[in-house]
């Protein structure tokens, strides 16, 4: 049983607005990459100016419940807004809540940025609460983006569309990484300061912690509300995805209207089919029928994702204190405020550039090709392995700065090429449109809880930058990984097939292993323009 609508998107050629769609839906991840991943760069400048502890001999640190807090505080509002916006999502409608998150992310960045106060300990209070909160609105992007996304794409084109989407992440912690390193740069050439060991200890903070660096991070943290906001209006002119106006809302015509409106595709409205298309898949998330269809693949997604993210996010929220090991950046005491800024982001970019970035865009054109099922175990298994080098022969490549940059470089590249992309692909793939965005929401908010495990566990080995301790994190992050490959299975190949074929919703009746179709009918009278 195929609806001629369903049929006529899984079949359209891939247009212009398709690629308006990816554009669209990928400046909000383009915007929640930059937000947070640029509070990487200005922690440790943030310590710097609030935390300064005379006696020391050392420059001002953030202690380390506060470091985990501000780094890690818009993980766990993220989390929340996943799972609030994923169910909003199913409920209301993907559109109706798409602009919400914008709205939410523009003015907290810019709040974060205004973030003032008596004290260190109220600056960084009112700096959590608008990361929370932006954080927040940063999390309902992922089920949003995520499934709109691959409502309106074909099924030959769709993991590439949605892969496209969460590529844009990797420009914006590349984006993060060279605005810090452009404005901190323009900053040190404005207000040079002499490094803190370079002068007498009395005077060491006062002369190498340049005041004007409390504008500085301000300034890097609201712009990014600066992409969401240009992104507004277009999102607000986006229609409802033909699936839900006629599987949810049960408007055959309207989702006929909206889809011919702008896909060139002419569709012929099917009011009575639908109906019965609609009571063979009436159950809700917590049905048993759920359970018997999704259950496996649900538990899948959710631990696949919570395992990549413990070491996608340990990897970056913790580079800056790797850094110093890898030769990139000098150490704290050779450096001024604003020079460690600028070395701290010039070397986020570096590894972002060439590690990060070019997985993501090895995944946009290999995942049609490979399917999301390989590229995922080779990530998983790739990423076990370097990082297993690393830590079992820290000794060894910590003394070689090229082998050391080289090896954890190649572990961003798999991440990317592999489980960081696929496991957002797959959770908008795999479950039916009724509760597509919910599960989505599911599996992004159980990784965000490995975001937060690397935030506030993982961190705690790096944050001093002891060798053993950043050995320890090294073999943990390896056996995570590993994890995640053996959890892969539980997930199925979604390649080539529509997301009714894949869900169960087009009749089919074993979908445990999500390979085998028993009740298809493509008989619907569909005219799709070439």
């Known amino acids: ?23 669209i839906a990928g400046m909000g991840f383009f915007t929640d990459a930059y937000d947070l991943f640029c509070i990487s760069t200005v922690s440790k400048l943030l310590g710097r100016l609030y ?12 202690p380390q419940d506060v470091n985990n807090f501000v780094i890690g505080v818009a993980l766990v509002g993220t989390l929340s807004g996943q799972l609030v916006f994923g169910w909003l999502g199913d409920k209301l409608g993907r559109k109706k809540v798409y602009g919400i998150t914008l709205i939410i992310m523009v003015i907290c960045a810019i709040c974060s940025g205004l973030s003032f106060g008596s004290s260190a300990g109220s600056v960084m209070t009112t700096l959590c609460f608008f990361r929370f909160w932006l954080g927040f609105g940063i999390g309902g992007d992922y089920p949003l983006s995520a499934t709109i996304m691959s409502e309106y794409a074909n099924k030959m084109t769709r993991g590439m569309f949605i892969a496209a989407v969460f590529a844009m992440q990797g420009v914006g912690i590349i984006f993060a990484g060279l605005v810090s390193m452009i404005l901190s740069k323009i900053f040190l050439d404005l207000y040079p300061a002499p490094a803190f060991n370079a002068i007498p200890v009395d005077y060491s903070h006062v002369m190498s912690t340049q005041p004007q660096a409390d504008y500085l991070w301000r300034i890097v943290l609201m712009l990014g509300a600066f992409p969401a906001l240009v992104t507004f209006y277009w999102r607000m002119k986006m229609p409802e995805t033909g699936r839900y106006t006629a599987l949810i809302e049960g408007n055959a015509k309207q989702a006929a209207s909206d889809m011919g409106r702008v896909l060139d595709i002419e569709i012929q409205d099917e009011q009575d089919k639908l109906a019965q ?21 649900l538990i899948g997604t959710t631990t ?25 950046t000098k150490k704290d005491v050779e450096v001024n405020a604003l020079r460690e800024m600028f070395e701290t982001s010039r070397a986020m970019l570096i590894v972002a550039f060439f590690g990060t970035f070019p997985g993501y865009w090895f995944t946009v054109f290999f995942i049609e090709k490979l399917g999301r099922f390989k590229i995922q175990l080779l990530g998983f298994f790739m990423m076990s392995l370097f990082m ?28 990317n090429f592999g489980p960081n992309s696929t496991t957002f692909v797959l959770p908008a793939e795999l479950f ?11 599996s992004a908010a159980a990784g965000k809880a490995g975001a937060m495990v690397g935030a506030f566990g993982v961190q705690n080995y ?55 179709m028993t009740g298809t009918n493509t008989s619907a009278t569909t005219r799709t323009t070439y």
């Not at 049983?1 to 554009?23: E, G, K, N, P």
């Not at 395992?307 to 800056?320: E, G, H, R, V």
């Not at 039916?432 to 599911?442: D, F, I």
């Not at 390649?495 to 869900?503: A, D, N």
């Open 1 to 23: 049983m195929a609806l001629a609508v369903l049929h006529a998107l899984d079949s359209a050629r891939t247009q212009w607005y398709h690629v308006t769609a990816i554009v």
């Open 462 to 516: 790096t944050l001093k930058g002891e060798v053993k301790e950043i050995r320890k994190a090294m073999i943990f992050l390896a056996v995570t990984n590993m994890l995640g490959f053996l959890f892969t299975f539980l997930v199925t190949e979604t390649k080539g097939r529509s997301l009714e074929e894949i869900s169960g919703e087009d009749g089919s009746s074993d979908r445990e292993a999500g390979t085998q």
């Open 277 to 297: 298309f609609k009571a063979a898949n009436d159950y809700s998330l917590f049905s048993g029928e759920f359970v018997r269809r999704h259950g496996k693949h």
């Open 304 to 328: 696949t994702w919570f395992l990549l993210d413990i070491a996608f996010y340990s990897q970056n929220l913790t580079q800056k204190d790797i850094f110093p090991v890898m030769g990139l």
């Open 388 to 415: 297993g080098i690393i830590g079992y022969k820290y000794d060894d490549v910590k003394n070689n700065k090229y082998i050391f940059a080289t090896l954890y470089g190649l572990t961003f590249f798999f991440a």
């Open 432 to 442: 039916p449109t009724r509760v597509r965005s919910t599960c989505h929401a599911l």
């Open 51 to 62: 935390y300064y502890k005379p006696g020391t001999g050392k420059p001002g640190k953030l």
